[in-house]
C-alpha cells in the first residue's frame, strides 16, 4: 500500500533556530496537511494547501510557519524561528478521499 | 466550533472480550469521520472512514457506526487482542480538516 514518508524522525534544534520538515505525500493525492501533536494532548491540524496554496490555516500557523511543495514529490513545513512550545510530533498527511498520516517527525527545541 | 469528545479515556480489558468505544461531536455538519489507531510514539494509522450518507462501515473484526443527526459514532472490536493494545483516534473532517478527539487508550491483556 503507498504511504506517506517524513524526514527527519526525530530532529533537536535550539530555540530560535530554523527548521525544515520533509514530506513525501502518496503520489495521486492532491491535498497536503501539516498536523502537530503536543505530547499527551490532541492532535491539531495547522494548514492545508492544494494547488500550490494555502486552502485553509489554523489560528497555530503564524508567520513564523510556511510551507511549500518546491517540486513535485515533497511537502515541507518550515518553522522560521523555533520557540520551546514548537516541540511536538509533526504530522503530515494527504488525501485522495481518506486521509493518510505520515509517520511524523518528532521536533525538540532546547 | 467543533469540539469532538471520546469516551472513555482509558479501558484496560482480557482478550477475547467485545468492545465499543464512542465518539462525540458538537456540530453535525461534517463531511465524513475517521477513525485511526495510534501506538505509542508512533504515527496515525486509518481503520476506518464514513461519510456522512453512510450509517456504518467494516472492517475484520471493526465496525464502526455514525449517527450524525445525533452527532455520535461508535468504534466496535470484536474479540479483542493484546495487539489491539493501542491509542483509538476519532476524527471529524469540517471544511478542508480533521478534528481530532482526545483518543481511547485502550490495553488488552492476555
Known amino acids: 500500500e503507498p504511504e506517506v514518508t517524513q524526514t527527519p524522525s526525530h530532529q533537536v534544534t535550539q530555540m530560535g533556530q530554523e527548521v525544515i520538515l520533509r514530506c513525501v505525500p502518496i503520489?495521486?493525492?492532491?491535498?497536503f496537511y501539516w498536523y502537530r501533536q503536543i505530547l499527551g494532548q490532541k492532535v491539531e491540524f495547522l494548514v492545508s494547501?492544494?494547488?500550490?496554496?494555502?486552502?485553509?490555516k489554523s489560528e497555530i500557523f503564524d508567520d513564523q510557519f510556511s510551507v511549500e511543495r518546491p517540486d513535485g514529490s515533497n511537502f515541507t513545513l518550515k518553522i522560521r524561528s523555533t520557540k520551546l512550545e514548537d516541540s511536538a510530533m509533526y504530522f503530515c498527511?494527504?488525501?485522495?478521499?481518506?486521509?493518510?498520516f505520515g509517520p511524523g517527525t518528532r521536533l525538540t527545541v532546547l | 466550533k467543533q469540539e469532538v469528545t471520546q469516551i472513555p479515556a482509558a479501558l484496560s480489558v482480557p482478550e477475547g472480550e467485545n468492545l465499543v468505544l464512542n465518539c462525540s461531536f458538537t456540530?453535525?455538519?461534517?463531511?465524513?469521520l475517521q477513525w485511526f489507531r495510534q501506538d505509542p510514539g508512533k504515527g496515525l494509522t486509518s481503520l476506518l472512514l464514513?461519510?456522512?450518507?453512510?450509517r456504518e462501515q467494516t472492517s475484520g473484526r471493526l465496525n464502526a457506526s455514525l449517527d450524525k443527526s445525533s452527532g455520535r459514532s461508535t468504534l466496535y472490536i470484536a474479540a479483542s487482542q493484546p495487539g489491539d493494545s493501542a491509542t483509538y483516534l476519532c476524527?471529524?473532517?469540517?471544511?478542508?480538516?480533521?478534528?481530532f478527539g482526545t483518543g481511547t487508550r485502550l490495553q488488552v491483556f492476555p
Open positions: 476524527a471529524v473532517r469540517s471544511t478542508d480538516k480533521l478534528i
Open positions: 494547501f492544494y494547488n500550490n496554496e494555502i486552502s485553509e
Open positions: 464514513i461519510q456522512s450518507s453512510q
Open positions: 503520489s495521486n493525492h492532491l491535498y
Open positions: 456540530d453535525s455538519a461534517i463531511y465524513n
Open positions: 498527511a494527504s488525501t485522495g478521499g481518506r486521509q493518510f
